[in-house]
């Protein structure tokens, strides 16, 4: 037939440029020439899910439970700010440098062999802080703690970064189950607080720990694959862009951990008790799925700017109306509100670490400073509550988050401009 060469011809040209567009994938906002991980249509195991999950939540049940673990400690132990930021300071810091350090070594040790030593040393380390009464031997028993949570965080993320068909789909789980759970967690928790200060969150945290931990005889018995991949596009990033990514991220999540690991605290000078806090935590928990569904919808839909300075403006509202405030209509609404603002905030961060290469090891060293971050929270709210009070405290949020948004929005322009540089390059004459 006449007309079939020209419509070969245009098929082969439109596949071309199909090809051409997907090498081209607008990825977070940054033109990619390809994308970390590409979708896939395969489902996952059950098996590979359901242990990655069950390590993520052991990993991190600590950190997600840490305002009634600074509320018990304070009541429970009679320790001051200070002195409760400092334990949540030192577990949460151990808990990141092991991630990062079991992150690094995963492609020469088993992921199964990994999950069975840390969730031993977590058992131990949780059952003996219940019978603690001591200032020193509970820091350096949450200590030993974060040891064996930050090697199961590393587990989780490295376990589905590297085995997993479709990363983005199993880490949004982890982001459900976190939603969920945390609904029934704060309930308990908010009880068992109230009733047994830091022995029951900490009991309710062991227990927790104990009942997933057959869970992880699923965890396959491999190294990870991603050890020896070369970096080509971590190499052409420029370190100060990096350092200034890691540190935006960082200063926000010191900021925002500071403002939800002292909720407890900032709740009773509001006049509610453990177990009301717990609640309106449950309460901003389901309300949280509605920040992590806008962050799914927008996406970089408008860029990264508007977004960013969105939830950043957000974080320093809310740092204001809950230091400066004793309604308790405004804590709850403050606080379910930070909950919010958290969940939407997350992929936006991760984002803009994940744009600085294709190899993925900006977005680790992301994870890192988040984690470095959330550590510092405690211990800087703790610290500046002790010397300046909240209306200090307040300031100081303020003051690392305008430090955050600055440096997110410089760290966002050059990537634009990078971007552009990398599309015009690749365009056909």
């Not at 068992?192 to 009942?211: E, S």
Request: with cysteine; hydrophobic share 50%; net charge positive.
């Amino acid at each position: 037939m006449p007309s079939f060469v020209p419509s070969v011809s245009k098929r082969h040209d439109k596949a071309a440029k199909q090809e051409q567009n997907l090498r081209h994938t607008r990825y977070n906002g940054l033109t990619m020439t390809e994308m970390p991980h590409q979708l896939s249509t395969a489902r996952d195991s059950p098996s590979l899910v359901v242990s990655a999950i069950s390590s993520q939540v052991i990993g991190g049940l600590v950190p997600q439970m840490s305002p009634l673990m600074i509320g018990g400690v304070m009541d429970g132990l009679s320790l001051s700010e200070r002195d409760a930021g400092l334990v949540a300071f030192v577990e949460l810091l151990a808990l990141a440098i092991t991630a990062t350090l079991t992150g690094a070594a995963l492609s020469r040790v088993s992921y199964r062999r990994v999950g069975f030593l840390a969730i031993a040393l977590t058992a131990l380390a949780q059952g003996a802080s219940i019978f603690t009464d001591s200032l020193m031997s509970l820091a350096l028993l949450r200590g030993v703690a974060g040891i064996g949570e930050g090697a199961l965080y590393a587990v989780s993320l490295c376990l589905v970064a590297s085995r997993s068909s479709n990363p983005d789909k199993v880490y949004g789980y982890f982001q459900v189950v976190w939603a969920v759970g945390s609904v029934a967690l704060f309930s308990i928790g908010g009880q068992l607080t109230t009733n047994f200060a830091h022995r029951g969150i900490l009991a309710l945290i062991a227990g927790v720990t104990l009942a997933l931990s057959p869970l992880l005889l699923l965890v396959p018995d491999v190294r990870s694959k991603t050890g020896d991949r070369a970096g080509a596009d971590t190499e052409q990033t420029p370190l100060l862009l990096g350092v200034m990514t890691l540190a935006a991220i960082m200063l926000y999540l010191t900021a925002s951990a500071a403002i939800y690991t002292f909720s407890a605290p900032l709740g009773e000078r509001a006049g509610l008790d453990a177990s009301e806090i717990g609640y309106a935590l449950t309460i901003g928990s389901l309300v949280g799925l509605v920040g992590a569904g806008a962050a799914t919808a927008i996406n970089v839909r408008w860029g990264r700017v508007i977004p960013i300075s969105g939830f950043c403006i957000g974080l320093v509202l809310v740092a204001i109306a809950l230091c400066l405030s004793r309604n308790p209509g405004i804590y709850v609404v403050a606080l379910v509100g930070s909950v919010v603002i958290y969940y939407f905030s997350i992929p936006y961060l991760f984002g803009l670490a994940a744009a600085l290469d294709r190899s993925g090891r900006w977005a680790a060293a992301g994870g890192s400073a988040y984690l470095i971050g959330f550590a510092a929270g405690p211990l800087v709210a703790g610290t500046v509550i002790a010397a300046a009070g909240y209306t200090g405290f307040a300031a100081i949020c303020v003051a690392i988050t305008g430090a955050a948004w600055g440096l997110a929005m410089v760290v966002n322009r050059r990537l634009g401009r990078r971007a552009r540089a990398a599309f015009s390059a690749d365009a056909p004459a």
